[in-house]
């Protein structure tokens, strides 16, 4: 009977062992990792180009070739350790390049980068931001266009144009921006190259072009808090209409010679004719006993009147208009 009943036994094993082994729980799968975060998604990027010198008509962008060309970007959102490339392109091909870490400027990043194109044609810079981890790639293009930087009398064209647009930002007057060089223009010329001490001469040479594509060579005032005001310095030889701290129009002038000086000093305006007189003085406009602003057939590039200030006649009525009775001009060396 003990062996029947081992027998049973060991018979009945296998069928409920299964079935215990069904009851016991499944592990739990094991707890995440609270430490390990996922990685943040690249930011979207904004860039934006300004061409800092050169000239614009229409919207667009013109240099001489040869000048300086400051190029300024904004990133927006700033992301700490970025970089910028800038390309200079010229009919699609890279001439230049720089690579510019991006500065924080508030909420913004921004760069610098300079160059100096050689050649004349038509070219476009480029900034790209390729995409890293912290941020995606974005990019901005400004195109412009290089010009030739020599002109004189008789010169036309779009170089004209810019120049003579050029001398007018700088107040440089006597001349309308027509895009012919014509006689007023080379006395525009000639009075930029006295402000800036360079030959007394008509002729826009590379030197000109680019210090007016800089946008540099205006006259600056000695009397800049004095309103509405002329100034005359006859060592340079030019004649400067101001107002509101800044220069409004710059004239070429002839002061008086050695043996009949210009008066030095300040004054006011008492009196003004209007047309010529009998020894040929135009639209005059007295500010001490007989010393006046006149137009003139002769206005060379050195002192040679007899003390007054001889200006062109071409421009002797619209100086003539813009002084009132009363202003004040100061007469230097």
């Known amino acids: 009977m003990r062996r029947l009943a081992l027998l049973i036994a060991l018979l009945a094993l296998p069928v409920f062992a299964p079935a215990a082994f069904a009851q016991l729980p499944e592990p739990e799968p094991p707890p995440a990792d609270t430490d390990t975060e996922a990685a943040p998604e690249p930011k979207p990027g904004k860039l934006s180009l300004k061409v800092r010198n050169g000239l614009r008509k229409e919207g667009r962008v013109f240099l001489a070739k040869g000048q300086r060309v400051s190029v300024r ?7 700490r350790g970025q970089s910028i490339r800038i390309e200079l392109r010229r009919n699609g091909k890279t001439v230049a390049s720089k690579t510019r870490r991006l500065r924080k400027h508030g909420r913004r990043g921004q ?6 194109p050689r050649t004349k044609g038509h070219y ?6 390729k995409a890293t981890r912290k941020q995606r790639r974005f990019a ?9 930087n020599t002109a ?6 779009i170089r004209v144009t810019m120049l003579q647009r050029g001398l007018k930002r700088l107040a440089y007057a006597g001349f309308r921006p027509t895009g012919y060089y014509g ?21 826009a040479s590379r030197l000109v072009f680019r210090k007016v594509f800089e946008r540099r060579g205006t006259f600056r005032l000695k009397y800049p808090r004095a309103g509405k005001h002329v100034e005359t310095d006859i060592s340079r030889q030019v004649l400067v209409l101001a107002r509101n701290g800044k220069p409004q129009r710059i004239y070429h002038t002839s002061s008086g010679k050695a043996s009949t000086p210009t008066v030095l000093g300040s004054f006011r305006f008492y009196r003004k004719d209007a047309g010529t007189n009998g020894v040929g003085m135009v639209h005059s406009n007295y500010f001490i006993g007989g010393y006046a602003i006149h137009g003139y057939h002769s206005v ?29 001009i100061f007469v230097y060396r």
Do not use: E, M, Q
């Open 73 to 79: 970007g904004r990133a927006r959102p700033f992301v």
């Open 111 to 116: 760069f610098v980068a300079k160059f100096r």
């Open 124 to 129: 476009a810079i480029k900034a790209v931001h």
């Open 140 to 148: 901005a293009r400004k195109p412009a266009r290089v010009l030739d």
């Open 152 to 157: 004189g009398v008789g010169s036309r064209g």
């Open 183 to 203: 006689p007023g223009t080379a006395r525009a010329v000639l009075a930029f190259r006295k402000v800036n001490h360079l030959p007394r001469i008509g002729y």
């Open 300 to 328: 060379p590039t050195y002192p040679a009147s007899h003390g007054c200030l001889r200006v062109p006649i071409p421009s002797a009525w619209n100086i003539y208009s813009w002084i009132d009775y009363g202003d004040r």
